[in-house]
């Protein structure tokens, strides 16, 4: 019997669902459409190529199981991206209009062919130390060639990191910078940076042999070569290596004997004038589970941190996404986006890319409405309120006083303008009763609330450079999450 494409993709999505938690499912797979089944290929059609991207960065293996498990062993997966139309008609011309392709799937293209028997094999590294001798091997560096210098954006929270890794791939094992160890949170950049330096070493065409591996998979190929006895042949190997990129350090936490086998690859790496480039989610001094020596080889060089972007970084991160992607969205939306995520990049492209999906799938205009419901499903506690602390703690920091001032007595101008200011935009935004904003500011009581809203009135029937003032910070507040 020949099963129809959509019950094949109902099966596997029954699969899906038992493996991934609720968010990414409703995110990541309810806004598949399967499209065609043919020689045990089944092509499934996705909003768009980053959406794509994603599913292959973070799901393939999934999907390969599943789609075994309905197709035989010869089941294939291929995907059809559906394309964005841009506003401008600028960039991307080769990209068909969104409505146009939703509407006609035949327009959807290209097609793409992925991860499964006769694909790409983008989980397995060949056996590195089968050829042992052999001093010109070609290792390949495992390397995503889409992370990029160019496209790792500029701010304050990774300038030195991001210089320090610029220096490194001009002159690897040349600087002081060696070990590098790039650290920060999750989501901000880490594997970005490393493989762009990896990526740039390449690119500068000195022959050097890099290796970027990830301390899961260095781990496995250890106890992989402790079993077949074949230890020496794995040190060996990594010592054919000249830019050594080990991608997440921290998970050698507790694996003594990873750490030991790994303790002499730097050393000898590390004699040898070859560059060793490391991240880790936290500083080296704070890996705990960690032997002391290697701490202390790790902050031989340079320890460089990732810290969470500034707004306007995540905005630039944001457009310079929506340009490689030939997305367009509108300024307020992104704003929006940016407003609301702010502790992981990786976030703030999945909330862009789910709103791509979201807006295709249900035929909306992009707005902000939209990018809340999306939103939502990314920030855990939202229906955040706003609150009085909250807009006197934007007030103060917009005029530079400390809010503590705004519940006192003072009478300096600038003081009781931030504090007036700050009540009647608790007045308006929030549904708080004037007694209870008076409370709020050290007791007043309501009368004074309102002679504070007639005041500032007053002010903003008079002086445009206050109006805009007082627009920005409401806009400011409002763009903070407020669902009723
Ligand atoms: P980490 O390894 O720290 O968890 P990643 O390197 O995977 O984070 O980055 C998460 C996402 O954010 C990636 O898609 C990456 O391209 C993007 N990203 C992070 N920092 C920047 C930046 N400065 N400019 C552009 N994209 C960035
Ligand atoms: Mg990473």
Redesign the pocket.
Known sequence: MIKSYNTVWDNCLRTIRRNVNTQSFKTWFEPIKPVGLDNNALTIQVPNKFFYEWLEEHYVSLLKKTIRQELGDKGRLEYQILMVSNRNGAAAASIPSTRAAVSSSTTGKPVKEVGLPGGIDTEHIKNPFVIPGIKKLKIDPQLNPS?TFD???E?DC?RLARSAGHAVAKNPGGTAFNPLVIF?D????????AQAIGNEVITNGTNKTVLYVSSEKFTNQIIESIKNNAVNDFVNFYQLVDVLIVDDIQFLANKVKTQEIFFHIFNQLHQNGKQIIL?SDRPPKDLDGMEERLISRFKWGLSAD?ST?ELETRMA?LE??MIREGLDIPYDVTEFICYNIKNN??EL?GVLISLVAQSMLNRREIDIDLAKEVIKNFVSQMSKEITVEFIQKLVAEHFNVPVDKLKGQTRKRSIVIARQLSMYLAKNLTNKSLKSIGENFGGRDHSTVIYSCKAVQDLLDTDMIFKDTVTDLEKKIKMSLNEK
């Open positions: 992370y496209n790792f954006i701010g990774n920060g999750v989501g901000l950049g880490k594997t970005h940076l991240t990732l972007p991160i310079s996404k990049i990786r492209e």
